[in-house]
């Protein structure tokens, strides 16, 4: 079941206009402000992940070594290593 939510003092022609676009779209009043609402709730939460996508990011460049250093390879083989293999692979076929 849902919540109830009251709005006191809504200035009137912020509520015609809010009833106009409701409307508009063919919906009632309150299914267009339950969407509405739905979609400021959902902006929030993306707005706080990003925060935190940006702390971690911060983090992580304080505490990791200078972007060069970041550039060892992953793994310990070589680029003529790879070509090789995947001309193996085409050969198979």
């Given amino acids: 079941m849902g919540v109830t939510v009251q709005v006191r003092d809504l200035d009137p022609a912020v509520n015609d206009r809010l009833k106009s676009a409701a409307a508009a779209k063919g919906l009632s009043y309150s299914e267009y402000l339950r969407r509405e609402l739905t979609r400021i709730a959902e902006r929030l939460r993306i707005d706080e992940r990003w925060t935190e996508v940006k ?5 992580r460049m304080e505490t990791e070594p200078p972007r060069d250093e970041l550039r060892q390879p992953l793994l310990d083989i ?3 290593e790879i070509a090789e293999i995947i001309r193996a692979e ?3 076929r």
Wanted: charge should be negative; glycine fraction near 0%.
């Fill in 78 to 80: 070589t680029t003529e």
């Fill in 90 to 92: 085409r050969d198979d």
């Fill in 55 to 59: 702390a971690a990011h911060r983090l």
